[in-house]
């Protein structure tokens, strides 16, 4: 089912041109127009998504993810195929609830994972992927593509990601319809990985208040308290940046598989062509051997002593070489504005047990609740 996934499928030519379409759009430079187009997509959903929070009741545990994957969702389906849908929207809300119901299962390492001869045993639980994997497709197509093809001008410039594709499946005798299909729900997709590790940050600062403190302070700073926290705030807020990589150093989820091109040896182990090969990054993550005290939530770690974000080379949360993580910008950018608004407005307790597994980002698609308590002023 996942295999024609672009995170997935064999490298090839075709994985290649998959690649180079979305590279321009999901990996934005700082100074480019598409950097800005990310920028207004995500304030712009920011007034959505705090006009929602306002609609939780204070002081009482709540239901905060289903909200913050709707921002997420809406912030890629507006920056890659111009559309947003409300939050009260059925098809939207179940659609964003099988998005993430497939981001923890296949987050949960299943013996079938890697061990593909025991298929029949999982025969129930790949009927349940595909099912949702089904209902999202259909979504995309009714709701977005079909929309995009009655609109789409040949002769101007693509409006936005979805355009792209549908370009090029005209002047590609190589792509089809799957393989467009596939890469707008694996990018789309994206938002649950995003919605996820705000939700694993919020546990982390929860457990450690001068955390949270100490970003409310950055966002104090920067804003005065007059405006919403932007990209372009990032550089002015090196904490609130390192929060979130040191999330994801403890996190530590797992990589996608590598598959050697030619026979090599990796430490004096033969490696045979073919062969399926999985980065430890958990040790990466939290092993003494490259950490100091890796069993604490310490987002200093990764400032320099000039208070600058500073990572080492063996941090490699978004994978390395080819088949590195291309929607990471995006990871990167949307993660921090939503995290920023949150502790910008709010004072965040646990609200039911937080008990985060280790070694994962994703959390359940029901997790604990929070408590949200406005802030009155600029401490």
């Known amino acids: 089912m996942f295999v024609s996934a672009l995170a997935l499928c064999d490298w090839s030519s075709l ?7 979305a590279r321009t759009y ?9 950097y800005d187009k990310v920028n207004t997509v995500a304030t712009n959903e920011l007034t959505v998504f705090l006009a929602e929070l306002k609609k939780l009741p204070q002081n009482t545990p709540c239901d905060v993810k289903p909200i913050v994957l709707g921002a997420c969702a809406n912030m890629f389906t507006q920056y890659m195929c111009s559309t947003t849908f409300s939050y009260d929207d059925q098809e939207f809300k179940k659609t964003v609830r099988y998005f993430d119901e497939i981001f923890w299962e296949i987050n949960q390492g299943y013996a079938v994972d890697f061990l593909p001869w025991l298929l029949p045993i999982y025969q129930n639980h790949m009927k349940k992927l595909s099912h949702w994997a089904s209902e999202i497709r259909q979504f995309i197509l009714s709701k977005i593509i079909d929309r995009h093809r009655s609109t789409l001008d040949f002769n101007s410039p693509p409006r936005d990601f979805t355009d792209a594709l549908l370009m090029h499946l005209e002047e590609d005798p190589n792509m089809n319809w799957q393989h467009i299909i596939f890469e707008l729900e694996d990018f789309i997709g994206g938002h649950s990985a995003i919605g996820n590790l705000v ?7 929860v457990k450690h208040p001068e955390v949270a403190k100490r970003i409310q302070q950055e966002v104090d700073a920067v804003t005065q308290g ?3 926290p932007s990209l372009f705030d990032k550089v002015a807020m090196p904490y609130t940046e390192a929060t979130l990589w040191e999330t994801l150093r403890q996190a530590s989820s797992p990589i996608v598989p590598h598959v050697a091109t030619q026979d090599t040896e990796i430490s004096g182990y033969p490696i045979e062509k073919g062969t399926v090969i999985f980065i430890n990054n958990y040790e990466l993550n939290v092993g003494n051997e490259y950490w ?3 069993d604490k939530f310490k987002p200093e770690r990764f400032l320099s002593h000039a208070g600058n974000v500073v990572k080492p080379a063996h941090f490699i949360p978004f994978s390395t070489g080819k088949r590195t993580c291309i929607g990471q910008r995006l990871v990167q950018c949307f993660s921090f504005v939503i995290l920023a608004t949150i502790l910008q407005h709010y004072d965040v307790k646990e609200g039911t047990n937080i008990d985060i597994k280790p ?3 994703a959390v359940p698609p029901d997790p604990f609740k929070l408590i949200l308590t406005k802030r009155s002023e600029i401490k």
């Open 15 to 21: 994985q290649k041109t998959r690649r180079s379409i």
């Open 226 to 228: 007059s405006r919403a």
């Open 199 to 205: 939700m694993v940050t919020l546990a982390a600062v």
């Open 26 to 34: 999901c990996s934005p430079r700082f100074t480019s127009l598409q």
């Open 359 to 361: 070694g994962c980002v």
């Open 292 to 294: 100091e005290e890796p």
